[in-house]
């Protein structure tokens, strides 16, 4: 029996990610509902309105890059009065540096309902743009999503240098413009050599790479100009050469699991 698709409700708020950049990384999901939409808040700097709007050229857009929390808030408190269907557009996914707490518990003292539409982070559209894992067997298998301390300030114990310690692969949001400083500190724990990535604006039509390692990468972003809408990306996992190495146990062929018998006399490959 085929799922019964969940109906969208007038008076309720959707938190959607609208992912990265490009179009078509919009989820299902999140297209229906923004099509249906009467109100859409949306991050201006962040989601690309013009191309978002074959979706719906009806609703009411409105940009909340030059507003405040509370304007945001207002904004959708008065499409939940005015029984609408309310769209609250975020880059990416909306649980990742998404500043949806603060607004989620302006709607749960009023008894507003809401819900989360989840999108494709940037982390992952960086991801395909390198066309690389950001985990390989014996090599890395964590991934930090982290960023460095600017008008926001880090909780003890997350600062910089005590995540990229660990020896993950360490993705950092949010700190491309203090790229020399973020350098320096990674540097203290890091080996100068560990292949490093960044990307601007992944899966847009203006995409960026750069690619080095952490001795180098800064002088790389500097010459590509890159200021904002970037994430570096660092690991050992990046590594081409170990990347032609890396063998995950789940697919060899003497290895036994729910849904395959291993042969002990299989061979490896070269």
């Known amino acids: 029996m085929a799922r019964m698709i969940k109906k969208t409700e007038r008076g309720r708020v959707y938190f959607i990610g609208a992912g990265p950049g490009d179009p078509d990384l919009l989820t ?10 009467d109100r859409i808040v949306f991050a201006g700097s962040l989601v690309p309105e013009e191309a978002l709007h074959e979706l719906n050229d009806r609703g009411l857009w409105v940009d909340s890059a030059g507003l405040t929390r509370e304007q945001i808030v207002n904004h959708l408190l008065e499409g939940v009065e005015k029984n609408e269907i309310v769209v609250r557009l975020a880059s990416g996914d909306p649980s990742i540096f998404g500043a949806m707490a603060e607004m989620t518990t302006e709607l749960d003292a009023r008894k507003i309902p809401w819900e989360v539409v989840p999108g494709v982070s940037s982390v992952f559209a960086a991801a395909a743009a ?30 910089i240098e005590g995540l990229a310690a660990h020896g993950a692969t360490l993705v950092i949001f949010l700190s491309i413009d203090r790229i020399e400083e973020l350098v320096a500190q990674l540097l203290t724990v890091r080996d ?26 800064a002088g790389e972003v500097r010459k590509a100009r890159i200021m904002r809408q970037a994430l570096l990306i660092l690991g050992e996992a990046l590594d081409p050469e170990l ?21 002990s006399s299989a061979s490896s490959p070269p």
């Open 192 to 217: 100068p050599l560990t292949p490093a990535a960044v990307v601007a604006r992944a899966s847009w039509d203006n995409e960026v790479i750069c690619r080095g390692t952490l001795s180098s990468i």
């Open 130 to 159: 390198l066309r690389m894992e950001l985990t390989l067997p014996e090599v890395s298998q964590t991934v930090i999503l982290t960023r460095t301390a600017g008008r926001t300030p880090m909780p003890p114990g997350e600062e």
């Open 243 to 263: 990347r032609k190495k890396a063998r995950s146990r789940l697919y060899a062929a003497d290895f036994t699991h729910g849904f395959r018998e291993g042969s």
């Open 28 to 37: 299902v999901r999140g297209a229906r509902i923004l099509g249906e939409a």
